[in-house]
């Protein structure tokens, strides 16, 4: 049967109708409560924060940078770290080398005791001692020696001095005669009324113990009656001792010889040493010139047991010089072109000291000597480093050089810095270190 296409138009028209109404909708689901939400933990927030660590950035899509930028943020990190530690122990190290000069030495140099001028000052010490040794004697024989002492003569008559020859008699409050050694000459006063005095060596006339004796008082038997007597005398300066007459065990000569020269090494080495020990700081006293003055040798008895005792007494007499005024007088006479810079003598105590006309000399009395010092010197200039650091204080690496002009006495240089790109002195004195090269004395 033929179709009605009209109709057909209208069904599905109203299909469509049908299509479009609103279709029902069942009741919507209820919404459950939320759940309760849980307060963060210290280990979750920990690893929230480590994470962040990672997590430094995201980009704009919200992703995460890669392994290459953490990495590179590491990198930057320590690189940062490192030129901060650098410039936080930065500093610089100057090594300095100063002038030195070697020569040999052979000059005569004229000192002056306590001297004040322009003259080589120098001190002398003085220190007595005494060695003594027993030994044992042998064959006994016939012994008659005086005894000896030392007096002092007073002329209290005038001020002219008076000559008294030797073997002039003594007589000795004791009432025993004793001589003079040598011939002397015995002050006049001075000041008005002070006694003019001498010392003199004295012997017994005679040989025995009766000589021996304590302090003794003297007049002098040639004056006797005439009005010089009471007015010169003489009194002894210790006692008078040595004086022997009898059979004794005695030590040969040989021997008694050594002994007496082993006391004197002794008595001196000691009196040397105990010198030594006393010398200040900055002084020089050169082994050659200390000397030992022989005051008194004598034997004494032998004992019950055959022991027979030797003595020696002696006075050490020492030169003793300041070290910086010696450098100063070498240096003047040993370099030509010496300009007053400050400097020392490493090995100035290995100097070879001989003093001229050693013989001759009263050492209680001197007040001038002159010597001969020989030997190597080594001379060095010393450097003003607290003023030499001073100047690199703060100063860059290319005023170097010109800083080490305005020091003639220093032979070369080097100079490290840290971090080794600084161009720069530290402006701290603490960070810069300064080392002066001296030799070892």
């Given at each position: 049967?033929p179709?009605?296409f009209?109709?057909d138009?209208?069904?599905i028209?109203?299909?469509?109708?049908q299509?479009?109404?609103?279709?029902?909708v069942s009741e919507?689901?209820?919404?459950?409560?939320?759940?309760p939400?849980e307060?963060p933990?210290?280990q979750?927030?920990i690893?929230t924060k480590?994470a962040?660590v990672?997590?430094?950035a995201e980009d704009?899509?919200?992703k995460?940078?890669?392994?290459?930028?953490?990495?590179?943020?590491?990198?930057v990190s320590?690189l940062?770290?490192f030129f901060?530690?650098?410039?936080?122990f930065?500093?610089?190290k100057v090594?300095l080398?100063?002038r030195?000069?070697?020569?040999?030495l052979?000059?005569?140099?004229?000192?002056t005791?306590?001297s004040?001028?322009?003259?080589?000052?120098?001190?002398l010490?003085?220190?007595?001692?005494?060695?003594s040794?027993?030994?044992?004697?042998g064959?006994?024989q016939?012994i008659?020696?005086?005894?000896?002492g030392v007096?002092?003569l007073?002329?209290?008559?005038s001020?002219?001095s008076?000559?008294?020859?030797?073997?002039?008699r003594?007589e000795?409050s004791?009432?025993?005669?004793?001589?003079t050694?040598?011939?002397?000459t015995?002050p006049?006063?001075t000041?008005?009324?002070?006694?003019g005095s001498?010392?003199?060596a004295?012997?017994?006339?005679?040989?025995?113990?009766?000589?021996n004796s304590g302090?003794?008082?003297?007049t002098?038997?040639g004056?006797k009656?005439?009005?010089?007597?009471l007015?010169?005398y003489a009194?002894s300066k210790?006692?008078?001792t040595?004086?022997?007459?009898?059979?004794?065990p005695?030590?040969?000569?040989?021997?008694?010889?050594?002994?007496?020269?082993?006391?004197?090494e002794?008595?001196?080495a000691?009196?040397v040493?105990?010198?030594?020990?006393?010398?200040?700081?900055?002084?020089?006293l050169?082994p050659?010139?200390?000397f030992l003055?022989?005051d008194?040798?004598?034997?004494g008895?032998?004992s019950t047991?055959g022991?027979?005792?030797?003595s020696?007494?002696g006075?050490?007499?020492?030169f003793?010089?300041?070290e910086?005024?010696?450098t100063q007088?070498?240096?003047?006479n040993?370099?030509?072109?010496y300009?007053?810079?400050?400097v020392?003598?490493?090995?100035?105590r290995?100097l070879?000291f001989t003093?001229a006309?050693q013989?001759?000399?009263?050492?209680?009395?001197?007040k001038?000597?002159?010597?001969?010092?020989s030997?190597n010197l080594k001379?060095?200039?010393?450097?003003d480093?607290?003023?030499?650091?001073?100047?690199?204080?703060?100063?860059?690496?290319?005023?170097?050089n010109?800083i080490?002009?305005?020091?003639p006495?220093?032979?070369s240089a080097d100079?490290?810095f840290?971090p080794?790109w600084?161009?720069?002195f530290p402006?701290?004195a603490?960070d810069?270190k300064l080392?002066v090269?001296?030799?070892n004395?």
């Amino acid at each position: 049967m033929p179709k009605n296409f009209f109709q057909d138009m209208v069904k599905i028209k109203r299909e469509n109708a049908q299509s479009s109404k609103p279709k029902v909708v069942s009741e919507p689901p209820k919404l459950s409560a939320p759940e309760p939400r849980e307060e963060p933990t210290e280990q979750s927030v920990i690893e929230t924060k480590f994470a962040s660590v990672y997590d430094v950035a995201e980009d704009t899509g919200g992703k995460r940078k890669s392994p290459r930028a953490l990495w590179l943020v590491a990198g930057v990190s320590v690189l940062f770290l490192f030129f901060a530690l650098s410039f936080l122990f930065s500093g610089a190290k100057v090594n300095l080398d100063p002038r030195i000069k070697d020569l040999t030495l052979n000059k005569n140099f004229l000192a002056t005791k306590d001297s004040v001028t322009d003259n080589l000052p120098f001190d002398l010490i003085a220190m007595s001692g005494e060695e003594s040794i027993t030994l044992k004697g042998g064959a006994e024989q016939e012994i008659k020696k005086s005894a000896e002492g030392v007096v002092i003569l007073y002329n209290t008559f005038s001020s002219v001095s008076q000559n008294l020859d030797i073997d002039t008699r003594l007589e000795g409050s004791n009432g025993k005669i004793y001589k003079t050694k040598t011939k002397v000459t015995v002050p006049g006063m001075t000041e008005g009324s002070k006694p003019g005095s001498v010392e003199v060596a004295v012997y017994a006339a005679e040989a025995g113990e009766v000589y021996n004796s304590g302090p003794l008082d003297f007049t002098i038997l040639g004056f006797k009656g005439t009005p010089k007597y009471l007015k010169f005398y003489a009194r002894s300066k210790g006692e008078i001792t040595g004086g022997l007459s009898g059979k004794f065990p005695m030590v040969a000569d040989a021997e008694k010889e050594t002994a007496l020269s082993q006391l004197k090494e002794n008595l001196k080495a000691k009196l040397v040493k105990k010198a030594t020990d006393t010398i200040p700081s900055g002084f020089v006293l050169f082994p050659n010139a200390v000397f030992l003055n022989i005051d008194n040798e004598s034997t004494g008895l032998a004992s019950t047991d055959g022991l027979v005792p030797f003595s020696v007494k002696g006075t050490l007499y020492g030169f003793l010089f300041e070290e910086k005024k010696l450098t100063q007088k070498i240096v003047e006479n040993a370099v030509p072109e010496y300009d007053d810079s400050e400097v020392y003598i490493s090995n100035l105590r290995n100097l070879v000291f001989t003093l001229a006309d050693q013989d001759a000399i009263a050492f209680k009395d001197i007040k001038n000597i002159t010597f001969n010092l020989s030997g190597n010197l080594k001379i060095i200039w010393k450097l003003d480093e607290e003023k030499i650091m001073a100047d690199m204080l703060g100063k860059q690496k290319k005023d170097f050089n010109q800083i080490l002009s305005m020091y003639p006495n220093i032979v070369s240089a080097d100079v490290s810095f840290h971090p080794f790109w600084k161009r720069s002195f530290p402006q701290k004195a603490g960070d810069l270190k300064l080392i002066v090269n001296y030799p070892n004395e």
